[in-house]
């Protein structure tokens, strides 16, 4: 069993910053790879960033690089998403994701919290 809950979202102007986090419980979140996941309003869910066991393996989105930082604390069974300069357009429900890497890429396993809702306004 796996359970992720995301918190922090809110309400910023554009060039503000956000930071969310997750709590995960269960056997997988300190073991596996895990990421954040954005769906904004009339489009699919995409990935954002993500992280590897060790944290020291990261990858993200084009459109968040050099403004988003994703990170992990372990012993906390957290992973979090700093988010900087934010724009319009970060506007989505933000969810965390257990997943692994495998051929090049994140993978995503269908284990899902609740999101936060990040609203960015001009």
């Known amino acids: 069993q796996v359970q992720l809950v995301e918190s922090g979202g809110g309400l910023v102007r554009a060039g503000g910053s956000l930071s969310l986090s997750c709590a995960a419980s269960g056997r997988i979140s300190s073991t596996n790879p895990m990421a954040w996941f954005r769906q904004a309003p009339g489009k699919q869910r995409e990935l954002v960033a993500a992280i590897d066991t060790s944290g020291r393996t990261t990858d993200y989105a084009d459109s968040v690089k050099g403004r988003f930082a994703i990170s992990r604390d372990n012993d906390k069974n957290t992973v979090y998403l700093q988010m900087n300069s934010l724009k319009p357009e970060d506007t989505a429900v933000y969810y965390c994701?257990?997943?692994?890497?495998?051929?090049?890429?994140?993978?995503?396993?269908?284990?899902w919290g609740q999101g936060t809702q990040v609203t960015v306004s001009s």
């Open positions: 994701n257990v997943g692994y890497f495998a051929g090049g890429r994140y993978w995503s396993f269908n284990y």
